[in-house]
Protein backbone atom coordinates (compact mmCIF):
# COMPACT_ATOMS: atom_id res chain seq x y z
CA UNK A 1 0.00 0.00 0.00
CA UNK A 2 0.86 3.54 -1.09
CA UNK A 3 2.01 5.37 2.30
CA UNK A 4 2.06 8.60 1.06
CA UNK A 5 -0.12 11.61 1.20
CA UNK A 6 -3.37 10.78 -0.04
CA UNK A 7 -4.42 11.91 -3.30
CA UNK A 8 -7.50 13.44 -5.18
CA UNK A 9 -10.34 11.01 -5.18
CA UNK A 10 -9.27 8.81 -2.58
CA UNK A 11 -11.48 8.30 0.94
CA UNK A 12 -10.33 8.33 4.42
CA UNK A 13 -12.96 5.94 7.08
CA UNK A 14 -13.13 7.70 10.70
CA UNK A 15 -14.79 4.54 12.66
CA UNK A 16 -16.74 6.77 15.64
CA UNK A 17 -19.16 9.23 15.83
CA UNK A 18 -17.98 10.59 19.24
CA UNK A 19 -15.94 13.81 19.61
CA UNK A 20 -12.82 12.71 19.08
CA UNK A 21 -14.29 10.65 15.31
CA UNK A 22 -15.99 14.13 14.15
CA UNK A 23 -13.15 16.39 14.75
CA UNK A 24 -10.84 13.87 13.24
CA UNK A 25 -13.20 13.98 9.97
CA UNK A 26 -13.68 17.44 10.22
CA UNK A 27 -9.97 18.06 10.36
CA UNK A 28 -9.12 15.88 7.73
CA UNK A 29 -11.60 17.60 5.51
CA UNK A 30 -9.91 21.01 6.38
CA UNK A 31 -6.48 20.00 6.03
CA UNK A 32 -7.13 18.46 2.48
CA UNK A 33 -9.00 22.01 1.31
CA UNK A 34 -5.90 23.41 2.35
CA UNK A 35 -3.35 21.22 0.22
CA UNK A 36 -6.37 21.62 -2.61
CA UNK A 37 -7.08 17.65 -2.78
CA UNK A 38 -10.33 16.67 -3.17
CA UNK A 39 -10.57 13.72 -0.48
CA UNK A 40 -13.67 12.27 0.79
CA UNK A 41 -14.04 11.54 4.23
CA UNK A 42 -16.61 9.07 5.36
CA UNK A 43 -17.71 8.59 8.83
CA UNK A 44 -19.63 5.19 10.49
CA UNK A 45 -21.38 5.03 13.67
CA UNK A 46 -24.22 3.22 14.24
CA UNK A 47 -25.82 5.64 16.85
CA UNK A 48 -25.26 8.90 13.92
CA UNK A 49 -29.71 9.18 13.94
CA UNK A 50 -30.40 7.90 17.26
CA UNK A 51 -29.85 11.66 18.91
CA UNK A 52 -30.86 12.58 22.19
CA UNK A 53 -32.61 9.02 23.24
CA UNK A 54 -29.20 7.97 23.47
CA UNK A 55 -27.29 7.79 27.09
CA UNK A 56 -23.29 8.40 26.66
CA UNK A 57 -22.01 6.79 29.72
CA UNK A 58 -19.95 10.12 30.15
CA UNK A 59 -19.57 12.96 32.54
CA UNK A 60 -20.02 15.58 29.90
CA UNK A 61 -17.40 18.23 30.99
CA UNK A 62 -15.08 19.68 28.36
CA UNK A 63 -11.48 20.52 29.61
CA UNK A 64 -9.78 23.71 28.37
CA UNK A 65 -8.64 24.90 26.03
CA UNK A 66 -11.44 23.48 23.96
CA UNK A 67 -12.75 26.38 22.65
CA UNK A 68 -9.22 26.98 20.66
CA UNK A 69 -9.29 23.71 19.97
CA UNK A 70 -12.80 23.50 18.14
CA UNK A 71 -11.57 27.54 16.64
CA UNK A 72 -8.41 25.45 15.37
CA UNK A 73 -10.67 23.45 12.91
CA UNK A 74 -13.31 25.64 12.25
CA UNK A 75 -15.83 24.75 14.31
CA UNK A 76 -17.86 27.56 16.77
CA UNK A 77 -17.64 26.69 20.76
CA UNK A 78 -21.57 25.97 21.25
CA UNK A 79 -21.55 28.17 24.10
CA UNK A 80 -25.97 27.72 23.95
CA UNK A 81 -25.42 23.97 25.37
CA UNK A 82 -23.11 25.01 28.55
CA UNK A 83 -25.07 24.15 31.25
CA UNK A 84 -21.82 25.25 33.87
CA UNK A 85 -18.84 26.94 33.58
CA UNK A 86 -16.38 24.60 35.89
CA UNK A 87 -14.25 27.17 37.70
CA UNK A 88 -11.73 24.27 40.04
CA UNK A 89 -11.42 20.85 40.98
CA UNK A 90 -11.37 19.81 44.63
CA UNK A 91 -9.76 16.96 45.74
CA UNK A 92 -10.70 14.81 48.56
CA UNK A 93 -8.35 13.13 50.99
CA UNK A 94 -9.09 11.20 53.98
CA UNK A 95 -7.83 13.97 56.05
CA UNK A 96 -7.18 17.44 53.70
CA UNK A 97 -8.57 18.47 50.31
CA UNK A 98 -6.34 20.35 47.39
CA UNK A 99 -7.90 22.83 45.24
CA UNK A 100 -6.71 22.80 41.59
CA UNK A 101 -7.31 25.23 39.44
CA UNK A 102 -5.82 27.05 36.51
CA UNK A 103 -5.70 30.65 36.46
CA UNK A 104 -8.08 32.59 33.29
CA UNK A 105 -9.38 29.05 31.95
CA UNK A 106 -12.68 27.03 32.43
CA UNK A 107 -14.26 23.93 32.01
CA UNK A 108 -17.50 23.54 30.86
CA UNK A 109 -20.44 21.10 31.68
CA UNK A 110 -23.43 20.01 29.10
CA UNK A 111 -25.08 17.44 28.34
CA UNK A 112 -22.56 15.11 26.26
CA UNK A 113 -25.68 13.35 23.71
CA UNK A 114 -26.07 17.29 22.72
CA UNK A 115 -22.49 17.94 22.15
CA UNK A 116 -21.86 14.83 19.81
CA UNK A 117 -25.40 15.72 17.79
CA UNK A 118 -23.34 19.38 17.20
CA UNK A 119 -20.24 17.92 16.05
CA UNK A 120 -22.29 15.85 13.70
CA UNK A 121 -23.84 18.30 12.31
CA UNK A 122 -21.05 20.65 11.73
CA UNK A 123 -19.26 17.70 10.46
CA UNK A 124 -21.63 17.50 7.78
CA UNK A 125 -21.14 20.93 7.12
CA UNK A 126 -17.78 20.35 6.48
CA UNK A 127 -18.40 17.87 3.89
CA UNK A 128 -18.11 14.52 5.96
CA UNK A 129 -20.40 11.78 4.98
CA UNK A 130 -22.05 10.72 8.03
CA UNK A 131 -23.19 6.94 7.79
CA UNK A 132 -25.00 5.53 10.52
CA UNK A 133 -23.83 2.16 10.30
CA UNK A 134 -21.61 -0.40 12.10
CA UNK A 135 -18.47 -1.48 10.71
CA UNK A 136 -18.59 -5.13 10.55
CA UNK A 137 -15.60 -5.76 8.95
CA UNK A 138 -11.99 -4.92 7.76
CA UNK A 139 -10.00 -6.27 5.02
CA UNK A 140 -6.38 -4.71 4.70
CA UNK A 141 -4.97 -5.36 1.14
CA UNK A 142 -1.34 -4.14 -0.04
CA UNK A 143 -2.80 -1.28 -2.27
CA UNK A 144 -6.63 -0.08 -0.01
CA UNK A 145 -9.09 -1.44 2.85
CA UNK A 146 -12.27 -2.44 2.20
CA UNK A 147 -14.69 -1.54 4.74
CA UNK A 148 -17.96 -3.23 5.25
CA UNK A 149 -20.84 -2.10 7.28
CA UNK A 150 -24.26 -3.04 7.89
CA UNK A 151 -25.76 -2.31 4.33
CA UNK A 152 -22.93 0.11 3.28
CA UNK A 153 -19.74 -0.57 2.00
CA UNK A 154 -16.73 1.63 1.16
CA UNK A 155 -13.08 1.00 -0.17
CA UNK A 156 -10.31 3.52 1.61
CA UNK A 157 -6.72 4.32 1.46
CA UNK A 158 -7.16 4.60 5.18
CA UNK A 159 -8.91 4.13 8.47
CA UNK A 160 -8.88 5.97 11.60
CA UNK A 161 -9.76 4.42 14.95
CA UNK A 162 -11.71 6.55 17.06
CA UNK A 163 -14.09 4.31 19.05
CA UNK A 164 -12.86 4.55 22.13
CA UNK A 165 -13.22 1.34 24.13
CA UNK A 166 -16.26 -0.47 22.05
CA UNK A 167 -15.99 -3.42 22.65
CA UNK A 168 -17.26 -4.63 18.90
CA UNK A 169 -14.51 -2.56 17.03
CA UNK A 170 -11.74 -3.47 19.20
CA UNK A 171 -12.36 -6.81 18.96
CA UNK A 172 -12.72 -6.67 15.00
CA UNK A 173 -9.81 -4.26 15.26
CA UNK A 174 -7.62 -6.82 16.67
CA UNK A 175 -8.59 -9.89 14.80
CA UNK A 176 -7.89 -8.12 11.76
CA UNK A 177 -4.27 -6.20 12.60
CA UNK A 178 -1.55 -5.74 15.43
CA UNK A 179 -4.34 -3.03 17.63
CA UNK A 180 -4.50 -4.56 21.40
CA UNK A 181 -6.82 -2.76 23.19
CA UNK A 182 -5.39 -0.97 26.24
CA UNK A 183 -5.74 -1.48 29.92
CA UNK A 184 -8.32 0.68 31.54
CA UNK A 185 -11.03 1.38 34.28
CA UNK A 186 -14.70 0.15 35.04
CA UNK A 187 -17.02 3.37 35.32
CA UNK A 188 -20.42 3.90 36.92
CA UNK A 189 -22.25 7.05 35.78
CA UNK A 190 -25.71 7.94 37.83
CA UNK A 191 -27.71 11.48 38.72
CA UNK A 192 -28.59 12.88 41.68
CA UNK A 193 -32.00 15.30 41.62
CA UNK A 194 -30.97 17.11 44.85
CA UNK A 195 -33.61 19.34 46.75
CA UNK A 196 -34.42 23.26 45.79
CA UNK A 197 -31.49 25.28 46.88
CA UNK A 198 -28.52 22.98 46.80
CA UNK A 199 -27.11 23.23 43.33
CA UNK A 200 -27.31 26.99 43.96
CA UNK A 201 -25.12 26.68 46.63
CA UNK A 202 -22.93 23.86 45.58
CA UNK A 203 -20.33 25.97 43.60
CA UNK A 204 -19.16 25.90 39.69
CA UNK A 205 -16.28 23.00 41.22
CA UNK A 206 -16.04 19.79 40.49
CA UNK A 207 -15.15 17.31 43.64
CA UNK A 208 -13.21 14.52 43.52
CA UNK A 209 -12.76 11.62 46.20
CA UNK A 210 -10.40 9.03 46.65
CA UNK A 211 -12.14 6.62 49.54
CA UNK A 212 -10.44 3.72 50.87
CA UNK A 213 -11.88 0.63 48.83
CA UNK A 214 -10.47 -2.03 46.99
CA UNK A 215 -12.65 -1.39 44.42
CA UNK A 216 -12.57 1.91 43.81
CA UNK A 217 -10.17 4.22 41.97
CA UNK A 218 -11.95 7.03 42.47
CA UNK A 219 -15.16 8.45 42.65
CA UNK A 220 -16.42 12.45 41.42
CA UNK A 221 -19.42 14.44 41.51
CA UNK A 222 -20.64 17.23 39.15
CA UNK A 223 -22.93 19.89 39.22
CA UNK A 224 -24.86 19.88 35.64
CA UNK A 225 -28.19 22.23 35.02
CA UNK A 226 -30.42 20.44 37.54
CA UNK A 227 -28.72 17.92 38.89
CA UNK A 228 -25.75 16.18 39.93
CA UNK A 229 -23.88 13.45 38.21
CA UNK A 230 -21.99 11.22 39.96
CA UNK A 231 -19.66 9.13 38.45
CA UNK A 232 -17.02 6.00 39.90
CA UNK A 233 -13.74 4.04 38.21
CA UNK A 234 -12.03 1.28 39.08
CA UNK A 235 -11.06 -2.27 38.48
CA UNK A 236 -14.06 -4.05 39.17
CA UNK A 237 -16.89 -1.34 40.18
CA UNK A 238 -20.47 -2.21 40.47
CA UNK A 239 -23.85 -1.35 41.51
CA UNK A 240 -23.46 -2.21 45.41
CA UNK A 241 -20.15 -0.07 44.78
CA UNK A 242 -21.67 2.84 43.93
CA UNK A 243 -24.75 2.86 46.41
CA UNK A 244 -21.24 2.86 49.04
CA UNK A 245 -19.77 5.79 47.39
CA UNK A 246 -23.41 7.43 47.86
CA UNK A 247 -23.04 7.22 50.99
CA UNK A 248 -19.68 8.03 51.79
CA UNK A 249 -19.71 10.67 54.65
CA UNK A 250 -17.02 13.24 53.00
CA UNK A 251 -19.45 12.85 49.92
CA UNK A 252 -22.39 13.25 51.99
CA UNK A 253 -20.67 16.44 53.34
CA UNK A 254 -19.91 17.90 50.35
CA UNK A 255 -23.47 17.46 49.41
CA UNK A 256 -25.71 18.35 52.25
Known amino acids: MNMGPLQNGQTAVVIGGG???????????????????DINVILFDGKATVGETHYNQ???????????????????????????EIQAYILHGERRQLRLT????????MRRVQFDAYMLQQAREHGVDIRPSRITDLEFLPDR?????????????????AFGLDPGTTTLLAQ????????????LVTKIH???????????????????????????????????????????????????????????????
Open 176 to 187: VTGYRPPRFLTS
Open 102 to 109: EQGEVGYA
Open 58 to 84: CVGVLAPPIDQVLNDIGVPFPHQLVQR
Open 194 to 256: PPDGVLANFGNNIHAFLPRSPHIEFGAITPKGNHFTVNLAGSTVDSRDMEDFLSYPPLQRVLY
Open 145 to 161: VNVYAEGSNCVAAVVFG
Open 19 to 37: PGGTSCAIALRQLARQHNR
